[in-house]
């Protein structure tokens, strides 16, 4: 496995490739099974293909808020490397701040509808931060595909719509979540939790899972009460602050309003919770599997 560690020695590599097909995963590292189910699958695209995985591991500080955790954040490289290794990773690009920004860079980009709501409004410049970055690491790499966890589901889709929208020649492909037996999403953030909100973490996930079973099973008819029913599952979380929940439409994450009809299009219930300083997010299907 290669190891590249700024932008010249990735511009070397990807030239010395040739044609060869490229699947991308970028990260910001302290991997877990859930990364790692993304590079299984990077991998099995790839392997159709006779070609590469690339992963990235960069904590990018564009997509951090002046007061969450890019110091604290993770880095542990040298096990990352190894999960990498373990995983049928080709190359590792893994670069410092200063090689991917200019200090007087000027250009960012916006996506300026589906980032309004859900953890858009919760973290001004989030978004902005992601795709620049990821539009960065997509002509840098040329990768061919890309694949990104449903678990940041908002994210997922912003990256399709900026793909779609500036015409980026990649494909993109969304994982499914992968979760603790509890049903905790995996994330680099559960270890800053403490045992007593570690315990209460999986509530989230379930909360949001019986309210969809209530939505299919039409005890819960309307967007407003799909709000309430998930509210009342999730208060038992004693320690934790709700961000936002909310039911959407999957592609567009519209917010539904009114009644939710059997016939909608797919959608998406989504929500964030603070435990303590720790933000978790999770998501999961609405009246359709998607
Ligand atoms: P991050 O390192 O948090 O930026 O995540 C890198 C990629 O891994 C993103 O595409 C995430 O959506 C994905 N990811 C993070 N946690 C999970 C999980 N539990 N299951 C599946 N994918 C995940």
New binding site residues.
Partial sequence: MDLITNKADLQTWVNAKGGRYRAL???????????T??FDLARLHADEKAGDVLATIFVNPTQFGPSEDYDAYPRPLEEDLKECRQHGVDAVFAPVASDMYAPNRSITITESNLTRGLCGASRPGHFDGVCTVVAKLFLLTRADVA??????YQ??AVIRRMVRDLDFPIEIIG?????ESDGL????RNAYLSSAERAQAPILHRALQVTAEAIRERRVKTAQEARLYFEEAFSVASLARLDYFDIVEASTLQSLSGEISLAAEATRLLAAAFYGKTRLIDNCAGLRGN
């Fill in positions: 995963v970028p990260t910001m590292g302290a991997l877990h099974r859930g990364h189910s993304l694949v990104f966890g449903e678990k940041d994210q997922l994982a499914p979540t992968v979760r999403a995996l994330s680099s």
